[in-house]
């Protein structure tokens, strides 16, 4: 398997991860965390973070 085949398939990992109602229900401080829309959503900025270019 490349290289390209392994980031792809994690990203879909953490995806799935990030956006499962088990995950965000276990991780969620109280009932009104994660509940408003934002201009970036969570999975966005993970996203972002994980995709940064590092020099």
Same mark, same amino acid.
């Given at each position: 398997m490349s290289i390209r %085949? =392994?980031?792809k398939d994690f990203f879909q990992?953490?995806?799935t991860l990030l956006t499962?109602?088990?995950f965000i229900e276990q991780h969620r401080? %109280? =009932?009104s965390a994660f509940s408003r829309t934002r201009?970036?959503?969570f999975?966005?900025?993970i996203h972002f973070?994980?995709?940064l270019?590092?020099?």
């Open positions: %085949n =392994n980031l990992e953490m995806n499962s109602s088990e401080v %109280n =009932n201009k970036l959503a999975t966005d900025i973070l994980l995709t270019p590092q020099k």
